[in-house]
C-alpha cells in the first residue's frame, strides 16, 4: 500500500509531462506544415502569377521570413516574461487564421500580405514551447524530450508536403492551405485549456533568484558570446538548416522541374520520406543520446557534426544523377539525416544558457536559422538558378547544380558542432 502511494503522484507527473510533450509536438508539427504546404506549391503558383525562380523564392519564402525572424527576438523576450502557455495558444490561432487567408488569396498580393502575417504568427509558437518543456524535464531527460519534440518536424513536414500536393491534384493549390489552417484552431482552444504554465526553472539544479530581473536581449548576447558551446551550436544550427531544410524547399520543385512528376506525386514521395525516414530517425536520435549523453555530453555534437558530413554524399547524388529510382534512393537518406541536429540543438538551447534566459536563446536561434532556411535558401538558390542559366548548354539544368554546390556546406556546419565540444563540458548547465 505504501509503495502505491509513493509511485502514484510520480506516475501522474510523468503522465502530466508526456501529455505536455505531445500536444507541443502537435503544435510544433503544424508549425512547420503550415510552411513545408506553401513550400510544395511553389510550382502551381509560379505558373498562376508567372514568376521567376528568383519571385516564387521571395513570395512562398521571403514573406514569411520577414515578419518572423524581425518579430521572434521580441516574442522570445516575452516568452522569457508571461505565460508561455496563453502566448502558444494566440501564436497558433493567429498563424492558423492567416494559413487560411493565405488559401482564400485570388491576387499575389493578397497572398503575399496574408504570407507576412503567418510569419508573426509562427514567431511565436516554438520559443515558448521550448522554454516550458525545459520546466518539464530536468536536464538529463531534455536530451530524449527534445528529440521526440523535433518528431513535430517531420511529421509537420510530411503532412504539409504530402498533404497539399493531394488536395492540389485534386482541387487546386489554395486547398491545402485552407485544410491546413482550419486545423489550428481547435487546437489552439486545446492548449489554452487543457495545458497549464509550470514554474520557471523548476526542474533545474539551479532555481533562479526570483528577485533579479529577467536579462534582456542583449545580456543574452553577451552570455553567448563568453560561452563558445552556445556560440557554436547556434552557428552550426544556421548552416546545417541551410544544407537540409533549405535545400529541401526546392526539392518539390526538383522532382517536378526534372523528373516529371505532379505536385500531389512530388509531396507524397518526400511526405513519406519525412514522415517514416525521419520519425525513425528522430527516434533513434532519442534513443542514443538517452545511451550515451550520460557518459559524455559531447555526444550532442558529435553525433550532428558526423551526420552532416556523411549527408553530403546522398544530397550530391540526389540532385545530380539522371536516374529517379538512384535520386528517390539519395533522398531516403538524405532527408532524415537532414533532420537529425533539431533534437541536440534544441536541448543544448535550454541546457547551455539559464532558465531565464531560454526563450531568447531559442528566439536567437529561430532567427539565425530561419533566415537560413526562409530567406538565403529560397532567394539565395532560386536567385542563383536564374543567374547560372544562361552561362550552362542546357540552362533548364541550372537549379540542378546549384543544388549539387550548396550540399557540400555541411561541412562548414559540421565543424562549429565539433568546435562546440570542445567547452561543452564546462558549459552545460
Not at 538524405?334 to 541536440?344: E, L, N
Amino acid at each position: 500500500m505504501s509503495g502505491t502511494t509513493i509511485d502514484a503522484p510520480r506516475r501522474r507527473w510523468l503522465n502530466r509531462r508526456n501529455y505536455v510533450l505531445l500536444i507541443l509536438t502537435t503544435v510544433y508539427a503544424l508549425n512547420i506544415a503550415d510552411r513545408f504546404v506553401l513550400g510544395t506549391l511553389i510550382e502551381p503558383i509560379k505558373a498562376e502569377f508567372h514568376l521567376s525562380d528568383g519571385g516564387v523564392a521571395f513570395l512562398t519564402g521571403v514573406a514569411l521570413a520577414i515578419f518572423y525572424v524581425t518579430a521572434g527576438i521580441p516574442l522570445g523576450l516575452l516568452a522569457d516574461r508571461t505565460n508561455r502557455r496563453n502566448m502558444i495558444a494566440w501564436a497558433l490561432l493567429i498563424w492558423s487564421s492567416f494559413t487560411l487567408l493565405c488559401g482564400f488569396s485570388q491576387t499575389y498580393w493578397q497572398l503575399l500580405l496574408a504570407r507576412l502575417g503567418v510569419g508573426v504568427g509562427e514567431a511565436g509558437g516554438t520559443p515558448p514551447s521550448q522554454s516550458l518543456l525545459a520546466d518539464e524535464f530536468p536536464a538529463a531527460s531534455r536530451g530524449p524530450a527534445m528529440s521526440i519534440f523535433s518528431i513535430g518536424s517531420t511529421m509537420g513536414a510530411a503532412l504539409g508536403m504530402a498533404g497539399a500536393g493531394w488536395l492540389t491534384d485534386l482541387y487546386g493549390w489554395r486547398q491545402g492551405l485552407i485544410v491546413f489552417g482550419a486545423i489550428g484552431l481547435p487546437l489552439a482552444l486545446l492548449v489554452r485549456f487543457s495545458l497549464r504554465e509550470p514554474v520557471r526553472g523548476a526542474t533545474d539544479e539551479v532555481q533562479p533568484d526570483p528577485a533579479v530581473s529577467a536579462p534582456g536581449i542583449v545580456d543574452t548576447l553577451r552570455f553567448i558570446r563568453r560561452h563558445p558551446a552556445v556560440f557554436h551550436v547556434l552557428v552550426g544550427a544556421t548552416i546545417v538548416t541551410f544544407s537540409g531544410a533549405g535545400l529541401l524547399w526546392w526539392t518539390s520543385a526538383f522532382l517536378m522541374r526534372f523528373h516529371g512528376l505532379s505536385a500531389g506525386q512530388a509531396g507524397m514521395s518526400l511526405g513519406i520520406m519525412s514522415a517514416v525516414g525521419g520519425s525513425i530517425a528522430m527516434l533513434g536520435t532519442a534513443w542514443v543520446m538517452a545511451r550515451l549523453v550520460s557518459h559524455d555530453p559531447r555526444w550532442q555534437v558529435w553525433l550532428v557534426a558526423l551526420v552532416s558530413i556523411a549527408a553530403i554524399v546522398p544530397g550530391v547524388v540526389a540532385y545530380s544523377t539522371n536516374s529517379f529510382n538512384a535520386a528517390t534512393l539519395a533522398l531516403w537518406i538524405f532527408v532524415p539525416a537532414s533532420c537529425i541536429y533539431i533534437g541536440p540543438t534544441l536541448a543544448l538551447c535550454q541546457s547551455l544558457v539559464p532558465a531565464e534566459m531560454r526563450g531568447q536563446t531559442v528566439a536567437i536561434l529561430l532567427f539565425t536559422a530561419n533566415i537560413a532556411n526562409l530567406v538565403v535558401a529560397p532567394q539565395l538558390i532560386g536567385s542563383a538558378s536564374d543567374f547560372v542559366g544562361p552561362f550552362l548548354n542546357d540552362p533548364h539544368q541550372s537549379l540542378r547544380w546549384v543544388l549539387v554546390a550548396c550540399s557540400f556546406t555541411g561541412v562548414w556546419g559540421a565543424w562549429h558542432y565539433y568546435a562546440a565540444g570542445r567547452t561543452i563540458r564546462e558549459d552545460i548547465t
